[in-house]
């Protein structure tokens, strides 16, 4: 069972890597500004809580500082939605949130070592991990078709 978990582990990962980078790109070649800051500060925020999650420090602490680096992801997805009134942003914002409070829940528990426990935190911050990604995706494939139809793009 425990091998299950890792190559699933394993296979989630390089998903939302894969994601993330299809994402950063799409920003990166069709996006507007908004989609371009939506993937630096996705791209600062993966920098962030990557290594993070390596630390070796104790769960709850690296749990106090994964919050902390998503309350600043999110302060970040934020501050560009607003500035560029992007709705795929602010998409990334409300994920980022819901992500940020799955966390604090999930420290305000005292992190039980129950594995279903583990398992449904780790299937819900997925999920709104990929929402991210799906989010900036938008975000870039829009500038793109308003782009191609003559329309100016948010500056």
Same mark, same amino acid.
């Given at each position: 069972?425990?091998?299950?978990?890792?190559?699933?582990?394993?296979?989630?990962?390089?998903?939302?890597?894969?994601?993330?980078?299809?994402?950063?790109?799409? &920003?990166?070649?069709?996006?507007?500004?908004?989609?371009?800051?939506?993937?630096?500060?996705?791209?600062?925020?993966?920098?962030?809580?990557?290594? &993070?999650?390596?630390?070796?420090?104790?769960?709850?602490?690296?749990?106090? =500082?994964?919050?902390?680096?998503?309350?600043?992801?999110?302060?970040?997805? =934020?501050?560009?939605?607003?500035?560029?009134?992007? =709705?795929?942003?602010?998409?990334?914002?409300?994920?980022?949130?819901?992500?940020?409070?799955?966390?604090?829940?999930?420290?305000?528990?005292?992190? !039980?070592?129950?594995?279903?426990?583990?398992? =449904?935190?780790?299937?819900?911050? !997925?999920?709104?991990?990929?929402?991210?990604?799906?989010?900036?995706?938008?975000? &870039?494939?829009?500038?793109?078709?308003?782009?191609?139809?003559?329309?100016?793009?948010?500056?």
């Amino acid at each position: 069972m425990n091998t299950f978990f890792l190559a699933a582990n394993l296979a989630n990962y390089a998903a939302e890597f894969l994601l993330f980078l299809a994402a950063s790109v799409a &920003a990166w070649r069709w996006g507007g500004p908004a989609a371009r800051a939506g993937a630096l500060v996705n791209l600062a925020a993966w920098l962030l809580t990557t290594p &993070a999650n390596f630390l070796p420090i104790g769960e709850t602490q690296q749990m106090y =500082l994964v919050c902390a680096l998503d309350l600043l992801a999110a302060a970040g997805f =934020l501050f560009v939605a607003a500035r560029y009134n992007s =709705l795929w942003i602010a998409t990334a914002v409300l994920a980022e949130g819901v992500q940020t409070c799955v966390d604090v829940v999930y420290v305000g528990e005292g992190s !039980s070592l129950d594995r279903i426990h583990h398992f =449904l935190v780790g299937a819900t911050d !997925s999920a709104f991990t990929w929402a991210i990604q799906i989010a900036i995706l938008g975000a &870039a494939l829009a500038d793109r078709r308003r782009l191609a139809s003559g329309a100016s793009v948010r500056v």
